[in-house]
């Protein structure tokens, strides 16, 4: 427990005006958990409903009788929540700020009554395309406004959306829309970021000639940087020409609270991504609550997350949850360091934000550059900073709090995952004392627990795997298409408790520090990357036999990406096919998953019963030859070291 026991106490004078101060916090704590019907009750209220529920919760993690089930019997739509509801007092306001890549073009201020009339059309368009209650639409757009009206626009008719993530390759696209069987897919003629162009359109070209992919009837295309794309017809339609006289009315689908909203595809452990399933109100009650309590939303605040819609980030905190509390958003299009590394600290001057949410990854990139790029933005709209996506190092997180908030605003760092729909730990920021590099403490409702490998509760100050007790509204309801492997990765585990995936520390004042993946998911600049992903996308090389990949300690990004390949015999290995097999899996998956090191193995540590030893090669990528363990268990200890010997070393 060697952490400085640096604490940052609340400001009183941000709490004096803040949502939760601190005995509000204990009080709200313990509300949640020992009447979390009452509680979640009274949170419900804030949506608007066709029909209220009268149902709150109704859970159970025992296997022979697993349901999870909030506000079952109530009726709404997300849509309406998020756009309808504010027309009438706040019709007029910008609901989103749309920063372009480059920052000579104009920014687009979008109106809730504009996105009201956007959303409404490209509805209607979808009504007139067939898509009905229950279709599933496939998402592929940069961060631009018509990625959050698509979003919108499937929820008003009651249309699943999976939003797929535009750095991914047109393997990845393929999979993902076969796995759900998409119907349409909304995507653009290129993306713009950092000045360069992503060839969207012809990505979802490649990838519908993929097998599995051949339900999807229409591909709506919108017309980003007008470059010309192969338009196959009558399958290719423009997104403008569909939309285009269309009614800016639209009579929203009649949700029931546990309908699907959305699919989010997410990387697990084993085999290929997982559909993770999130249902209407549940989801929609929790983002919504969590965007105003943790960011201490006010009506007057420019609010930005720098996250892509393609993450749950950005599902949870571009879009439901703003958008359902009527605030204003900045949707940025660029990347942090382009045109300069300034561009961050320019955009949040340009537009007065004052809730600034981003990634460590971000925040260490930038620390690089000093802080001077910093320094030259005056930055005093800010008064509120937030992290997600991976553990931040005290380092980082003091720079961010010092240089960026001149140690004027508090630093939320929360902890939360695709699979919870919304933040469960996180500082509430005039309640909770700061601790760099700790998440802190659960949000309402939420109850951490760690255990031991045998699934020992551990008490006080301890060490473990963080597990969740209980369920919250925004909890994900299933893999799509296999709920199977929904228990059997996050039920089965530790039997009645939800498994994180995560280790983590709890220290003497009950503080929680995630620790990282314990499982073989790596997270590279906050995006989670399974090492089997990467691992098959190596071996479907010709030339490949056999391929290990592990994670390793990166002071950008996090984690790096170390692949050991072996490859067929006869094969040379040489440094164009070394340059090849990365292409590859960049072609495979997309350029997220690019190896950062790639070293040729002539043999695997395997145990006796040809299990591969992942410890063992984890600690020689991290350079660690001198804490290799107990290496009798393996078939052939001299393949190790030959793998120390031969360590590519960047
Ligand atoms: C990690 C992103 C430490 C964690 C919202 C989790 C974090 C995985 C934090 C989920 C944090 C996320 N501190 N680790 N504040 N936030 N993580 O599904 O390992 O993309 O399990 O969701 O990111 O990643 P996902």
Redesign the pocket.
């Known amino acids: 427990m060697n952490h400085p026991a640096v604490v940052h106490p609340v400001d009183p004078e941000f709490a004096a005006k803040s949502r939760v101060t601190r005995e509000a916090y204990e009080r709200m704590y313990a509300e949640s958990v020992n009447q979390p019907d009452a509680f979640w009750g009274k949170v419900a209220q804030r949506l608007d409903w066709f029909k209220a529920p009268t149902k709150v919760k109704d859970v159970s993690y025992q296997l022979d009788d697993f349901h999870i089930r909030w506000y079952e019997d109530g009726e709404l739509n997300a849509s309406v929540n998020c756009l309808d509801r504010h027309l009438a007092q706040r019709g007029d306001k910008t609901a989103l700020i749309f920063e372009q890549d480059d920052p000579s073009k104009p920014a687009e201020h979008i109106t809730y009554r504009d996105l009201h009339a956007r959303v409404c059309k490209l509805a209607n368009a979808l009504r007139s395309l067939g898509v009905r209650k229950g279709d599933r639409i496939t998402i592929y757009l940069p961060m631009i406004p018509e990625a959050i009206v698509s979003m919108l626009a499937c929820a008003r008719v009651g249309a699943i959306h999976s939003v797929v993530f535009g750095g991914f390759a047109p393997n990845s696209i393929a999979d993902r829309v076969a796995d759900c069987t998409s119907k349409l897919i909304i995507t653009a003629d290129e993306g713009l970021r950092g000045g360069k162009k992503v060839p969207l359109k012809a990505n979802v070209d490649a990838a519908l000639k993929m097998p599995g992919t051949n339900t999807v009837e229409t591909v709506l295309v919108v017309r980003h940087t007008g470059s010309a794309v192969d338009m196959q017809m009558p399958r290719d339609r423009w997104y403008d020409a569909v939309v285009e006289g269309q009614s800016e009315e639209c009579a929203p689908e009649r949700m029931n609270a546990e309908d699907p909203l959305f699919i989010l595809y ?1 990387s697990g452990s084993t085999g290929k991504p997982k559909g993770v399933l999130h249902t209407t109100a549940g989801y929609l009650v929790y983002a919504s609550y969590t965007h105003e309590m943790v960011f201490d939303l006010r009506d007057d605040d420019i609010y930005w997350c720098t996250a892509d819609v393609g ?3 950005g599902h949870s905190y571009i879009v439901y949850g703003p958008l359902s509390n009527g605030s204003t958003a900045v949707v940025f299009e660029g990347v942090p360091n382009y045109p300069s590394v300034s561009r961050f600290w320019e955009v949040i001057d340009k537009h007065k934000v004052s809730i600034f949410y981003t990634a460590p990854t971000a925040i260490r990139a930038l620390m690089r550059d000093g802080d001077e790029p910093v320094k030259k933005t005056s930055r005093a709209s800010l008064r509120l900073l937030g ?6 190092n005290p380092e980082a997180w003091r720079w961010y709090y010092e240089v960026v908030g001149d140690s004027r605003c508090p630093v939320v ?7 919870t729909g919304g933040i469960l ?1 996180t500082p509430l920021a005039g309640a909770i004392d700061l601790k760099p590099g700790s ?1 802190t403490k659960p949000f309402f409702g939420v109850q951490p627990a760690l255990v031991d490998a045998n699934g020992q509760l551990l008490e006080g100050e301890a060490e473990g795997n963080l597990v969740l007790l209980d369920s919250w509204p925004g909890q994900m309801r299933t893999v799509y298409g296999d709920h199977q492997r929904f228990i059997d990765t996050y039920f089965r585990t530790y039997p009645g408790m939800y498994f ?3 280790g983590c520390r709890r220290d003497a004042d009950g503080y929680y520090w ?1 620790t ?2 314990v499982d073989d ?1 790596i ?1 590279v600049s ?3 990357i399974g090492t089997a992903e990467v691992e098959s996308a190596l071996v479907s090389h010709p030339k490949v036999a056999e391929a290990a990949v592990v994670g390793f300690p990166h002071d950008i990004k996090g984690q790096g990406i170390y692949a050991y390949v072996t490859l067929i015999a006869g094969e040379a290995a040489t440094e164009a096919l070394h340059k090849e097999l990365i292409a590859h899996v960049r072609k495979e998956i997309g350029p997220i998953a690019t190896p950062d090191h790639l070293q040729w193995a002539p043999g695997l540590p395997k145990t006796r019963s040809g299990k591969i030893m992942r410890r063992i090669l984890r600690k020689i990528a991290e350079n660690a030859p001198d804490q290799l363990g107990d290496t009798s268990t393996l078939a052939d200890p001299s393949v190790v070291e030959s793998l120390v010997n031969e360590r590519r070393v960047p």
Do not use: F, L
């Not at 992290?387 to 931040?392: A, D, L």
């Not at 760092?413 to 699979?419: G, I, L, R, Y």
């Open positions: 997410t993450w749950v980030t992290t997600v996506g991976e553990p931040i760092d929360t902890w939360w995952q695709t699979e730990i998440a994180t995936g995560d995630i990282g993946r998911v997270n906050g995006h989670r």
